[in-house]
């Protein structure tokens, strides 16, 4: 089977850095992912790995170690919007269906 | 681009009830995603079409739920016989098999249909 493991909840200040970390075990590892959900609203894609190394899109960049088993989402410049639920995911096998951790909340503050 | 569309956005009923939700993906994906979602849980894996062909159901799937995409484009999850532990948020999704790389992997949800069953 596969599991992912992040932290529950983050809390941070407007104008900080945060970095989410999130932990996998799963087989024939293919991508991993990271979707931000607000409440009541839709998972909204932010990031993908399938490599080691960085990307980088915006306020937002995601690493992967597959080595490691382990990625994380870094968020820069925070303002009060990126308060929200954070999910990490794997693709794995076909490389179709995702496997979801049980989120992060980030409350972000003033 | 006009996004995923899931309708109802709400449905409550009577436990033991019939439901039916249904998903229209971006018009280019040819790959559709069912998801549950439960307060304070990630997203968990239903079911999944490419095109019209289901080539995969999770065990959470009892044989009560029953999805299809019958012309390869919007798709239909129905419930039956439903139970209050069926109450949960339920997600569709859509990707695009036909581009590979880095885009494979990026599935677009829509907003979801919320089922309370009392």
């Known amino acids: 089977g596969q599991s992912l493991e992040q932290p529950s909840e983050v809390t941070a200040v407007e104008g900080a850095i945060v970095q989410i970390n999130c932990t996998y075990q799963t087989s024939g590892f293919y991508g991993l992912s990271w979707y931000q959900q607000h409440d009541g609203g839709a998972p909204t894609f932010l990031s993908y790995n399938a490599l080691d190394g960085l990307e980088e899109t915006g306020r937002f960049s995601s690493f992967l170690s597959r080595s490691d088993s382990y990625g994380y989402l870094l968020l820069q410049e925070l303002q009060m919007k990126d308060s929200a639920s954070y999910f990490c995911a794997v693709s794995a096998g076909t490389a179709s269906k995702l496997t979801f951790g049980t989120g992060t909340r980030l409350q972000v503050t003033l | 681009d006009t996004g995923v569309s899931q309708d109802p956005r709400h449905k409550i009923t009577k436990r033991g009830q019939n439901v039916t939700f249904r998903c229209d993906p971006i018009?280019?994906?040819?790959?559709l995603y069912w998801y549950r979602q439960t307060l304070g849980q990630g997203p968990e894996f239903l079911t999944y079409?490419?095109?019209?062909?289901?080539?995969?159901k999770s065990r959470l799937l009892s044989d009560r739920f029953s999805a299809e995409r019958p012309k390869g484009s919007f798709s239909t999850l129905e419930i039956q016989r439903t139970e209050q532990g069926d109450s949960a948020m339920y997600l569709c999704?859509?990707?695009?098999?036909?581009?590979?790389?880095?885009?494979?992997?990026?599935?677009?949800f829509g907003a979801g249909t919320r089922l309370s069953v009392l």
């Open positions: 079409f490419q095109n019209e062909a289901q080539l995969e």
């Open positions: 018009s280019e994906h040819n790959r």
């Open positions: 999704a859509s990707s695009s098999s036909g581009t590979g790389g880095r885009t494979k992997n990026i599935q677009y």
